[in-house]
Every structure is written in structure tokens, then in C-alpha cells.
């Protein structure tokens, strides 16, 4: 009703918040109120000051907010003392009051608004606030705190980040004071921070330098790669880097440097080649080269700085600690980060073309991580010393890959990451590192996903000369190089890796064969859109023999790979032969010129198929089921029959036999070769006391006398008939 005015109001709250401050107080000190009795939860001193910073917190805004009584400057300065006394109340009273402090200290720069913001005010403001919740942090040990702190922190790194060169000085100011606050009051083991366990990693004294370097990348990133903001993150890397040489509690922060050093020149990369991100609408925008174009020499300076500092400090770092994860995680950093630095140079440098200079330094970096893996596996052994090892020989033949990758063109990258499989098995056999046998497995999976890509391996150049041809060279090498890893990777057992490397083998040479199958009855073009008699009675053969050698292979190796493989190319031929040879393709529906009187393309699509799938029946006698020894000899006899019929069929018609009728003589030449057919098995069956053939000659022999009444006679009138 207008009977308080605007001023009178402000005041009143000034001195409802002062009682209910001094009422805390006085409660405090009296140990009989400190709680009530039925409630013993409710904690009355902490309840008043609370309650009073709040009406403080409210009374200071209303002022500015509501009433015009406070400027900004004033406003701002009110503001963070009541927050910053807050938390200083926090220390008698308890861990609301804190969390009622840290919100209002970090809210309070969004409740005063400016014309004209003044970031240094602002980012030494939030210095006083850090330091004070850091700084209550560790006197109370309250982890929650200091997390919340530096998510608050990192969120006010955001504003203005692309306000210009002007923006950056203030930014960086900010994350390197909350980085050394960080490091000093919350990092265990170092400086005021708290004690520290031994060999182990601590979430939050790493999260919180890996928070600041986070803003120092933002701030990198913001900056178009400004020089000054690739300093300051140069500084915070290295910072880490000291930091976690010193306490090993913030180790994880040497992993979250490495992702965001390359996540740094990666971008770089791409910001200076925008057709590496090109969409079917064209390149992003926004992604086209700008102020980078003028900082390659700086950029290389950095790299090499980084590079070198993560691999010495990596390598130094073995057996320093008493816990496996500590020199684990130091050698994957040192692996991981030249490694990326490498590729983003070169993509950024050399455009991914062929580039000598830079496979060079991929080899000398592949001989300093060979030299540090032998080290490493000659010394004592230590807590993560055999899997620091394993990471340094992965980082030996990445960088290997990487250096064919630069020097070499077209397929032969394919090649010598399939060589590279077969050397890390090798390695594994000298060195028994348990992880070189999955790095194995890994090379091949990426070398399988290589052709899934491009599966003529050289693209158009792949060349038309039958079998000596790029393809010869894209399969057939990484296939013998499978087979030789999977060779020497089984000296030492049967394990995950080992069957990958072996599924890689098969699965190699399945596609060359079938492949080279296609390349020459197609005239080099492996993209053909249909497949001929010729090309499926090729396939048939091919894949009924490879399943005769597996499971030869498979009685030796035991080996569940070489087991389903045999079974899986069975499968197949047999479809092949079903819907392919008997159906899509059959000489009988389709204009198809057979070729001679014998020799021809029915001896190759359906003789040779039936004595390959005989004698696959009977390598499978005794060792697989009856009904899978039983399927593949009945396929055998319908595979021999049609081949019988369609000869015969030959010899009467010529190369062409979809065309004509079917004459009497023809007919009953049918019949005759059907029971000469019958009766060969049969004797086949006693000679050599097989139940099976006498089976497929009783089945024959009926069918012929079923074929011999009921069409052979079904022409014959009077006493013929």
C-alpha cells in the first residue's frame, strides 16, 4: 500500500539478514540449541545463517535490481562478498551452506548485467571465488565442492570466446590461475592438496586439470589457432605434464592432454582443408581456410615440442610407480600423441598425397618406439611394465603403417598393413606380450575393412591380365601373410585373436579365388552385373575344393574356424550348385553354348562338382554327422545324373541344347545311360564294400525303371506295348 518505501524496504533487509546472521552465531555457541529434540536432523545455527545469507544475497539484488539504488560495479562487489562470506560460514556450519555459497558466488556474474562487461573483473572475481571453494574444499575435504567448482569454472570459460584477439588474454588468465589453483589445493599428493594413495589414479585431481585444459583448448579453438592461445595451451600441457610426474594421483590428466593436443592439430588439419569434411552440398561452412594458412612453422614447433614431451616423459616414467595403471596410462599418452600429431601434419601438410619426408619420420619415430619396447622388456618386472611394453609395440608398427601409408600408393597400403599383421605375430612369438597378438587381429580387421571399401583394392587400375593382376597381389599377399600369423600366433594356443587372424585368412583367400574367377570370365570387370554357367560352375568347383583342404586342415589344427569355414564353403557350393547350375544357369532353359562333344563346359559344372562333392563325403565319413555325409553324396549323385543327361543331350543337339525335341532314340539312349549309370555305382558299391553307392545305385536303377514305364513306353501301342 505504498507505506514502506523503496528505501526503508532495502534497510529492513539489510537488518533481517544481520539478526538471522548473529542468530546463528549465538546458536552455535550455545550447544543446548544447537538441535531440537524431536528433530535431532535439524541443525538450527546452519538453518539461521543460511536464511540470513540468502536475505542478504536478496536484499543486495532487490538494491540493484529492483530499485537502481546500487551500479553494477557496487552491485557486483556486494554480491560476491555476501557469497564469499557464505563460504566462509560454510566452514563452521556445514555443507548446505557451502553449496548455498558456490551457486550465489558463480551466479552472481549473471545477475549483474553491464553495458560494457569487463572480463578481467569478471575472471579475477571468479580467481577470489576459486581459490576460497578450493581452498574449503581441502580443509573440509568436500570432493563435491571442488567438482562443482570446476564445472562452474569451466562453464564461465564460454562467454565471449569468439569476441576477437582482445577476449583472449582475459580467457587465458582465467584457466591458467584456476590450473595452478587446481593443481595446488586439489591434486593429492602435491603441494596443500590432500594426502594421496600410492599407484593410483584420483578422478578429481585429474578431472581438474584436465577441466582447464579443456577451456585452454575452447579458448585455441575460439581463436582460429591464435598464437598467443596455442602458448597458453602449450603451458597447461606441459603443466600436466610436470604435475603428473609429481603426483601420480592426476595421471588421467596426461590422457586427457593427449586427446585434446590432438583434437587440437586434427582440427587445424581440417580447418585448413575443408574438402576433408565435404557433404553432397559442398565443403562446411565455415571450415575454409583461414588465419592457419600462415602458422605450419609454428604448428611444427608445437608438435615436435609435444611429441617429444609426451615420449620422454612416457618412457621415463616405467617403473616409477607401484601400480599397473599409472605407467600404463603414461605409455599409451606417449604412444598416442606423436602418432596423431604425425597425421595431422601430413594430412594438413602434404593433403594425403605420397610424401617421402614424411614417411621418414614415421620410421624414425617406429625405431624409437622399438628401441623403448626392448628396454622395457628387458628391465625387472613391474606393476604395467608387460602391457607398457605391448604399447610401445604398437606404437613400433603404427608408426610402421603409417610410413607405407605416406611412401606408398594405391593398394600397396592394403599389402603392407597385412604384413604388418604378420609381423606383430612374429614379434609375439620373440616377445610374448598378450596384447601383440590382439594388435594382430586388429591390423586384419582393419585391412578386412579396407576391402569392403574398394574391394578391387587398386580401383580402376586393378589391370586385365588373368590372374596376374592387382588382384593377385591385394589378396593373395595379405592372404599368405594371414595364414602365416595365424601359423605362428598358434604355437601359443587358441584364442580370440587367433581365430579373427584365421577367419582373415580363409576369408582372403575365398575372395581371391572368387574374384580372379570373375576378373577372367568377365574380361576384367569384377563389378559385372551377372554372373554365367561358366563363372557359378568356376565358384562351385573352387569352393567345394577349399572345403576339401579345411577339412583336411581342420583334422591337424582342430581348429573351430577352419570347422565352420568348411562347413560355410559346403553350404554355398551347394546352393550354388541348386539355384545356379540346376536352375539360373541350367544349359536346358537358357540359350548357352556348351562347347565340344566331351570336353566342355557340362564336365566342369556338373561332373567335376559331383566328384568333388564324392569326395568330400568321404572325408567327412566317420568325423562329421551321418546326415551331412548322407547330403553331400546324394548332391554328388544329382550333380552326376544331370551331368549324364545333359551329355547325352549334347550329343544328340549340339552346343546348343535348349532348342529341339526329344527324340525316341534320344530317349531311350536316356534310359540306357541312366542304367549303365546304376550299374557302375552298384559294382562301385561291392567292390570296394561301400553302403552308400549300393544305395545310390538301387535309387538310380529305380528311377530308370520308373522313367522306362512310365514315358519310355508310354509311345508303344499294340503288342508293343
Known amino acids: ?35 531440537i529434540a524431536p528433530l535431532p536432523i535439524a541443525n538450527i545455527p546452519a538453518i539461521l545463517t543460511a536464511a ?16 537502481d539504488f546500487l551500479v553494477p560495479a557496487a552491485a ?6 555476501v557469497a564469499l562470506g557464505t563460504l566462509a560460514a560454510a566452514l563452521l556450519h556445514g555443507p548446505a551452506l557451502a553449496g548455498l555459497g558456490i551457486v550465489g558466488a ?9 553495458e560494457r562487461p569487463d572480463f578481467w573483473a569478471l575472471y579475477i572475481y571468479l580467481a577470489i571465488v576459486t581459490a576460497a571453494a578450493f581452498g574449503l574444499a581441502r580443509i573440509r575435504l568436500w570432493r563435491w565442492l571442488a567438482i562443482t567448482t570446476i564445472v562452474f569454472a569451466l562453464f564461465w570459460t564460454i562467454p565471449c570466446l569468439d569476441c576477437g584477439p582482445s577476449m583472449i588474454a582475459p580467457h587465458a588468465f582465467h584457466v591458467i590461475v584456476g590450473f595452478a589453483l587446481g593443481a595446488m589445493l586439489v591434486v593429492c599428493g602435491l603441494l596443500f592438496g590432500p594426502p594421496a594413495e600410492p599407484g593410483k589414479a584420483e578422478p578429481v585431481s585429474s578431472g581438474a586439470l584436465a577441466a582447464y585444459v579443456l577451456g585452454a583448448t575452447m579458448i585455441v579453438l575460439a581463436s582460429a589457432h591464435d598464437m598467443a592461445a596455442m602458448t597458453v595451451f602449450g603451458l597447461l600441457v606441459l603443466a600436466t605434464l610436470t604435475v603428473a610426474w609429481r ?23 581440417v580447418r585448413a582443408n575443408p574438402d576433408m569434411l565435404v557433404l553432397p552440398g559442398g565443403a562446411m561452412p565455415g571450415l575454409a581456410p583461414g588465419a592457419t594458412d600462415e602458422s605450419v612453422a609454428a604448428h611444427l614447433i608445437a608438435a615436435a615440442i609435444f611429441a617429444t614431451g609426451f615420449v620422454i616423459t612416457g618412457f621415463a616414467a616405467q617403473g616409477r610407480s607401484i601400480g599397473a595403471s599409472v605407467p600404463v596410462i603414461w605409455a599409451a599418452s606417449a604412444v598416442f600423441t606423436p602418432i596423431a600429431l604425425l597425421i595431422a601434419l601430413y594430412a594438413r601438410i602434404a593433403h594425403f598425397d605420397r610424401s617421402i619426408p614424411f614417411a621418414i619420420i614415421a620410421v624414425l619415430a617406429a625405431a624409437v618406439f622399438g628401441w623403448m619396447t626392448e628396454t622395457v ?8 611394465q608387460a602391457i607398457a611394453a605391448a604399447l610401445f609395440a604398437t606404437g613400433t608398427l603404427g608408426a610402421l603403417a603409417l610410413a607405407f601409408t605416406f611412401a606408398l600408393e594405391r593398394g600397396w597400403l592394403t599389402i603392407a598393413l597385412a604384413l604388418m599383421s604378420a609381423g606383430a605375430a612374429w614379434i609375439a612369438t620373440r616377445r610374448p606380450i598378450p596384447f601383440l597378438r590382439w594388435l594382430a587381429a586388429i591390423l586384419a580387421a582393419i585391412v578386412v575393412a579396407r576391402i569392403g571399401y574398394e574391394p578391387r583394392i587398386a580401383g580402376d587400375a586393378i589391370g586385365s591380365t588373368v590372374i596376374f593382376n592387382w588382384l593377385l597381389w591385394g589378396y593373395g599377399i595379405p592372404a599368405l601373410s594371414f595364414w602365416t600369423a595365424g601359423y605362428l600366433l598358434r604355437k601359443r594356443g587358441d584364442d580370440v585373436p587367433l581365430r579373427m587372424i584365421e577367419a582373415a585368412a580363409i576369408l582372403f583367400t575365398v575372395l581371391l579365388t572368387f574374384m ?16 554365367g554357367l561358366t563363372e557359378v560352375a568356376l565358384q562351385v568347383c573352387a569352393a567345394l575344393a577349399m572345403a576339401i583342404g579345411l577339412e583336411r586342415l581342420r583334422i591337424r589344427s582342430r581348429s573351430i574356424v577352419h570347422d565352420v569355414a568348411a562347413v560355410l564353403l559346403t553350404i554355398f557350393a551347394c546352393l550354388a550348385a541348386l539355384f545356379g547350375l540346376l536352375g539360373l544357369d541350367n544349359p536346358m532353359i537358357w540359350r548357352i553354348d556348351v562347347g565340344g562333344v566331351v570336353v566342355n563346359l557340362l564336365l566342369l559344372g556338373y561332373a567335376l562338382p559331383a566328384i568333388l562333392m564324392l569326395t568330400l563325403s568321404r572325408l567327412a565319413a ?27 543331350r549334347r550329343i544328340y543337339h549340339g552346343p546348343i541344347i535348349s532348342s529341339g525335341g526329344v527324340s525316341g532314340a534320344e530317349q531311350y539312349t536316356y534310359t540306357i545311360a541312366w542304367l549303365a549309370f546304376g550299374v557302375a555305382l552298384l559294382a562301385a558299391g561291392v567292390t570296394f564294400n561301400s553302403q552308400r553307392a549300393r544305395l545310390a545305385s538301387a535309387a538310380v536303377i529305380a528311377l530308370t525303371i520308373l522313367k522306362a514305364f512310365m514315358v519310355d513306353m508310354s509311345e508303344l501301342t499294340g503288342v508293343y506295348r
Open 622 to 648: 566317420g568325423r562329421r554327422t551321418r546326415v551331412y555325409g548322407h547330403a553331400l553324396a546324394a548332391s554328388a549323385l544329382v550333380m552326376a545324373l544331370a551331368y549324364i543327361t545333359l551329355e547325352v
Open 106 to 114: 558463480f551466479a552472481t556474474p549473471m545477475l549483474v548485467s553491464s
Open 377 to 384: 622388456s628387458r628391465r625387472e618386472p613391474r606393476p604395467g
Open 1 to 35: 500500500e505504498g507505506l514502506l518505501g523503496p528505501g526503508v524496504r532495502v534497510l529492513l533487509g539489510g537488518l533481517f539478514a544481520a539478526a538471522l546472521l548473529a542468530a546463528g552465531e549465538w546458536t552455535r555457541r550455545r550447544d543446548d540449541m544447537a538441535a
Open 76 to 81: 557486483f562487489v556486494l554480491l560476491g562478498l
Open 52 to 67: 540470513g545469507t540468502a536475505v542478504a544475497f536478496a536484499t543486495v539484488y532487490a538494491a540493484y535490481a529492483l530499485y
Open 516 to 531: 580372379e574367377i570373375r576378373h577372367a570370365v568377365n574380361g576384367g570387370k569384377v563389378y559385372a552385373d551377372l554372373a
Open 247 to 269: 603426483a601420480p594421483s592426476a595421471i588421467a590428466a596426461v590422457a586427457a592432454s593427449a586427446a585434446l593436443v590432438a583434437v587440437v592439430f586434427l582440427e587445424w588439419a
